[in-house]
């Protein structure tokens, strides 16, 4: 192996070092930050870890939008027309939020078995839902 | 009419297009000049086409033809002027077209600039089969000339994308695309012909360069478009679309360094000619990723299944082919004797800079495309939060900015290491303290990280000295990355918000301001009706601004939307969106303090000045 030869080896090889550091943390750092879309149905079949940061997928039940009348706290019922679920959250709701539209909270389940949002998303895309959600919909609508 | 003009044209288009590729090719291996020169005129001539074609599909727009679907499903006889002319790339079909005209105008540019250049047929020839690709993607998945099966009366622009800063932000980030098509072109030109060397890269360099301004500056629209329109004060979601245009940005700002080394000292071309092949690879995963619709994203705008697999097949059949090119021509690449370097050297610090801006790169694309892999296993789908991307790039951009604040210090072959030593102490002591200095100062609280991205910002503004005159354009793009730096440390650590329930006549804090809520009137336009609320911001008793943001809806997609409004300065945003409508006149309101937000965009402009000073210094041969 001549000179030449030897020093592009230790570059490969730094560079393959570093690739493989930076390849552990970050599939480390990928599995801290998965969001598990779940429905309520699947979410009162399984037992998920409380500390567990999920998002919960499904529609916005008519007529179930209370709202506190001094502050911003809302809450609502996501269902799959199969189960419902309550949720719970304190801020502004996005501008695409409807009765009987698709809605994604995340966040967790709490003690009294509501699940208190941190985050609700409803997307532009006014069809938008998860596959696993729409399809399940679909299941318990036939 | 229109339509069948419209469709006549690009069928002309796709005819020069076979012209301008197949006969060069086919000349370049029989060496016949005549069949060489066939690539320019028919580049002309197809530029004429798709130029027709998206001018009568603009005209279409403009006159509300609604026998033409796609005019239908994208323009309302309602909509204003200026919009139309927007609306004509506003979804998918028109998106492409202007993608087509966008190569051809980078081709007609090349021609007209490389006249003499030996690789300018070549080069022509394959853009043709880019563009060849282009063309019958757009007549047989997605032709924006196809007849309206009934009349519509058409279902308006997304009203998320009738903003300003949205009319050109997509046309800038495609020609930012389109331009690492050119980049690639020449360098399948130059390996076929054997002429991977300095000359080449000087060619490649620059218009490398002015792909990478053009897509810094759509990207940084694209964020100024999401903190104007989205109403949640941020700049940046790690959305998959957003991360598709940074892809191509970090793969490009690697070529665009590594090029350098290739350019002055002939070395590291494999590498070279490997990263222009992956920049376009990811330019087209930009556009596979956001035109098929297969993510869940903010702004996914087709959902044809068809057309992302076409978009897949010709993403793997280019790849393929330019690979397989660059692995037989790997033996004609070998750096000359002369090229050689140690490993403290300018040529070490570009290097180990391109390698991070690639594992960057990879970081992000593994976590915008973890949640289809996991989908393709048929596993729970799942997706991939902000938190993910913020972790991994923070040490990253470290270690990146590290080097950044060291490689221009040194010399070109081999640098002393005293030398070095001296002046990266002094250099590292100064910003360590006045990074320390300035945050204590402003926010009275010292945070590691933040401690970290300061001092390192002003490391690599230290770095700079001297380095005006000889280099611009390294001096301001470096200068503006790390002002572009201080202002998402500075905007995310300073700032506060605030959500409350406000009625007309009441107030609320927010830093040392108060924002009074004066009142409310109604505000319609052409094609929404709104409401506008009036808050009087005051400081000290002194009236600083008027805020008017708005809650609109428009009726023909029955869409609610919020219009914020803004009062920028240089160290300040202050930064009201309406929320809902609650019970007597109240509204819930999200407001805003975000200081030194301005300066994000500030770094961007200032980055790609520097873009342009160093296309201006090849263009005046200074920097031979």
């Known amino acids: 192996m001549n000179k030449v030869q030897k020093r592009r080896l230790t570059y490969v090889i730094f560079f393959l070092v570093g690739l493989g550091a930076a390849a552990s943390l970050i599939f480390y750092a990928l599995n801290q930050n998965l969001n598990a879309f779940v429905t309520p149905s699947q979410l009162a079949e399984r037992n998920i870890n409380k500390d567990y940061q999920i998002r919960l997928g499904g529609m916005v039940k008519k007529g179930s939008i209370k709202r506190n009348p001094d502050s911003l706290q809302v809450e609502f019922i996501v269902t799959d027309l199969k189960k419902d679920i309550t949720v719970t959250y304190n801020g502004i709701l996005p501008d695409l939020f409807h009765e009987e539209k698709g809605v994604i909270a995340q966040g967790k389940m709490n003690a009294h078995g509501t699940f208190a949002a941190s985050q609700i998303l409803a997307k532009h895309d006014e069809n938008y839902m998860p596959k696993n959600v729409y399809q399940e919909m679909r299941k318990n609508n036939a | ?98 993608w087509i005209l966008l190569v051809n105008i980078w081709t007609v540019i090349f021609t007209l600039f490389e006249r003499n250049n030996a690789l300018l047929p070549l080069t022509t020839a394959i853009l043709g089969v880019v563009n060849f690709c282009f063309l019958l993607f757009l007549i047989f998945t997605s032709n924006p000339f196809l007849p309206a099966d009934r009349l519509l009366t058409g279902s308006d622009l997304n009203p998320l994308l009738q903003d300003p800063g949205f009319v050109i932000h997509p046309p800038m980030l495609y020609t930012g695309y389109v331009g690492f098509a050119v980049a690639f072109a020449i360098t399948q030109a130059a390996l076929l012909r054997n002429e991977v060397n300095q000359a080449w890269a000087f060619v490649t360099r620059r218009y490398a360069l002015a792909a990478w301004c053009f897509l810094t500056f759509g990207i940084m629209l694209g964020s100024w478009w999401a903190y104007r329109v989205l109403g949640w004060g941020g700049f940046w979601f790690w959305d998959p679309v957003e991360n598709a245009s940074l892809l191509p940005w970090l793969a490009g700002t690697a070529l665009i360094h590594v090029l350098l080394i290739t350019e002055k000292r002939g070395a590291v071309k494999s590498w070279a000619v490997l990263l222009a092949i992956i920049s376009f690879a990811l330019s087209l995963l930009g556009t596979f990723l ?160 933040a401690v970290i991205s300061l001092t390192l910002s002003i490391f690599i503004i230290m770095s700079l000295y001297g380095s005006f005159r000889i280099k611009p354009g390294m001096f301001f793009a470096h200068l503006g990355f790390a002002v572009l730096i201080i202002g998402i440390l500075l ?134």
């Open chain 2, 290 to 449: 956001v035109r098929s619709g297969v993510l869940i994203s903010a702004h996914t705008f087709a959902s044809d299944p068809s057309r992302g697999v076409f978009l897949l097949i010709l993403l793997a059949i280019i790849f393929t082919i330019s690979l397989a090119l660059f692995l037989s021509h790997l033996q004609s690449l070998q750096a000359p004797k002369s090229a050689a370097f140690g490993i403290i050297s300018r040529e070490s610090g570009l290097l180990i800079n391109s390698g991070l801006l690639i594992i960057a790169m990879l970081t992000i694309l593994l976590g915008t495309i973890y949640p289809l892999i996991i989908d393709a296993l048929q596993m729970e789908p799942i997706s991939v939060g902000a938190p993910y991307f913020n972790m991994v790039m923070t040490p990253l951009l470290f270690i990146l900015m590290t080097v950044m604040g060291i490689g221009p210090l040194c010399k070109w072959q081999q640098q002393s290491i005293n030398i070095l030593l001296k002046k990266l102490l002094k250099n590292a002591a100064i910003s360590i303290i006045a990074a320390i200095a300035l945050l204590f100062g402003v926010t009275n609280s010292l945070s590691i990280s």
């Open chain 2, 491 to 624: 905007s995310s650590l300073l700032n506060q918000e605030l959500e409350v329930k406000l009625k007309p006549g009441t107030s609320a804090h927010l830093g040392p301001y108060q924002f009074f809520f004066v009142d409310l009137s109604i505000a319609n336009g052409s094609n929404y009706r709104g409401v506008r609320t009036t808050f009087d911001v005051m400081k000290e008793k002194r009236k600083v601004a008027v805020l008017q943001p708005e809650k609109r809806i428009y009726f023909v997609r029955d869409m609610v939307m919020s219009k914020v409004d803004i009062h920028p300065s240089i160290f300040r945003d202050l930064y009201i969106s309406l929320g809902e409508p609650l019970d007597d006149n109240a509204w819930s309101v999200r407001i805003y303090y975000k200081p030194f937000i301005r300066w994000i965009w500030a770094g961007s402009v200032i980055m790609i000045f520097g873009g342009i000073l160093s296309i201006i210094g090849y263009n005046n041969g200074r920097r031979s």
């Open chain 2, 1 to 98: 009419m229109l339509n069948f003009f419209g469709t006549i044209a690009l069928w002309c288009a796709l005819a020069f297009s076979v012209i301008q590729s197949i006969p060069p090719i086919i000349g370049h291996f029989r060496n016949s000049k005549r069949l060489l020169a066939a690539a320019r005129p028919a580049a002309y001539g197809q530029f004429f086409s798709v130029l027709c074609a998206y001018i009568l599909l603009t005209t279409a727009f403009i006159t509300s033809d609604f026998s033409i679907a796609y005019v239908g499903m994208n323009s309302h006889p309602l909509l204003p002027f200026m919009y139309r002319l927007t609306a004509v790339w506003g979804g998918h079909e028109g998106s492409i077209l202007l």
